[in-house]
């Protein structure tokens, strides 16, 4: 289940997010190749990868935005030459390619067995995100740009909004059914 592939013309994910210009860590350096070959970017519409649709995911720039996703792995980024990201809960989940809306949100579901992990990425002005599913209110783990919560399987079929908390008090609302 993949939401944000609606992007806009948001400024450069470099420009976006805090977490691209760190220096990448040597085990972010160990599995960058492995990110961008699995890539959902590199899938995006084309058997050359060089061509595809999403653009070409920049290895140099893979970054692990949170870890340990019970049982999943990593939550991972990285952006392409046509400034898509692609966000997958890297190595055992799934995964999306998608240009950030103006506000820096990328959001994506995976669902496996009993769990449905609903994560993506907000811009640096972002301190805390509520994913409001069935009416309940859940708190996401934020981290490095990016953000995941579990919710029991079935309660992702509910989504009712994202609420982005920013860093001067305010909030905003995000419909998502």
């Known amino acids: 289940m993949f939401f944000s592939d609606q ?4 400024a450069p994910p470099q420009k976006l997010y805090a977490v691209f210009a ?3 860590t040597d085990d972010e350096a160990e599995i960058a190749p492995k990110v961008a070959a699995d890539s959902p970017c590199a899938f995006a519409g084309s058997e050359n990868r060089e061509l595809a ?5 920049i290895p140099e720039q893979a ?13 991972v980024a990285v952006p392409t030459t046509d400034d898509n990201v692609s966000l997958a809960v890297f190595p055992n989940g799934g995964g999306t390619c998608a240009r950030p809306t103006d506000d820096g ?25 509520d994913v409001v599913a069935g009416g309940q ?10 953000f995941t919560v579990a919710l029991q399987s079935g309660e992702e079929m509910h989504l009712d909004k994202l609420v982005l908390h920013k860093a001067d008090g305010s909030k905003t609302d995000i419909p998502l059914g």
């Open 7 to 10: 992007g806009t013309k948001s």
């Open 22 to 24: 760190r220096e990448q």
């Open 63 to 75: 970054r692990i935005l949170l870890r340990g996703l019970r049982g999943q792995g990593s939550l």
């Open 137 to 146: 209110t859940h708190r996401a783990k934020l981290a490095e740009n990016g």
């Open 105 to 129: 949100l990328i959001l994506a579901a995976d669902v496996q067995e009993d769990t449905a992990t609903v994560y993506g990425m907000v811009d640096d002005k972002v301190r805390s995100v």
């Open 53 to 57: 649709a999403g653009g070409k995911p």
